[in-house]
């Protein structure tokens, strides 16, 4: 098999955690000069993490980068969590402070700060946001690759499509039960969530009056669900903006407990500015001494 990951240089960090087993892992190339498509995409797949971001330096300004994202499957216009980790793992070698990534959604500004301990914190500022409706015929095919019922869903936070760099579908489950027993039709997700260019579907329920737990399947992406989702966040935060006013509010999202990999997501909201800001620390991930299996 091919070894794309060590001919990239790719670097392994896990966002929204401080610690290496938390969060969602992330895939990230400092300089990307030089690969085409392909071979970005063949490496994200090698890889295997949700998403795999790929720097460009933009020439003549060294904290700016033109940033693509890849899943296992295809590319996505904006990552949270990968750009969370890139912006890290740039922070540890130049020094913090502000970057700007040029990514397909739009440009991202994100600020590298000193976080928790040793670790470094990253919060990036989303592109304008929007929300949409859901059209009846989907927001029930969706249901039905869930196996949910209409009646489990919270009615105080409706269905709605929101988009802060990528589209993702918000489902507001009634209990925490119903939102910790995640089974779903791959398959049929994933064809309704390419028909409507979904990345993925926030899966949300409130536990506090700013606080929420989500998750986040990822079928598109040839992933059943991602640990922590920023783009997500970025979008929940512009939902709850639209649909309840919110203008000045810090939000708390705790995702991947479900899965074993606890992480931490900060929203932001500020007066006048429709933008989204999502923050959160991350860590390197040590490799794994031990030789891989061939396949």
Known sequence: MDDYTAAAEVLRYAAFTTDPAGG?????????TGLDDATQLAVAAELGYSETAFLLPVAGDGRRFAVRYFSPKAEVPFCGHATVAAAVALGERIGAGELLFDTLA???????????????????TSVEPHVEPVAPQDLTEALAALGWQEEELDPLLPPRIAYAGARHLVLAAAT?????????DF????????ALDLTTLQLVHRTGEREFDVRDPFPVGGVVEDPATGAAAAAFGAYLRELHGLTEA?????????????????VGLRAGDPRVRVSGTAVAIPLDPRPRAAG
């Not at 925490?176 to 779903?184: E, I, K, N, Q, V």
């Not at 398959?187 to 390419?194: F, G, I, Q, S, Y």
């Open 187 to 194: 398959e049929r997700l994933a064809a309704l969530m390419t």
């Open 24 to 32: 969602n892992p992330a895939g990230v190339v400092l300089d990307a």
């Open 250 to 266: 810090e939000l708390t999202l705790h995702q991947g407990d479900d899965l074993g990999r606890p992480g931490i997501l900060r």
């Open 106 to 124: 739009g440009p991202v500004p994100v600020l590298v700060e000193p976080g928790p301990g040793d670790t470094l914190a990253a919060t990036l």
């Open 176 to 184: 925490r039960a119903r939102l910790a027993d995640l089974s779903y």
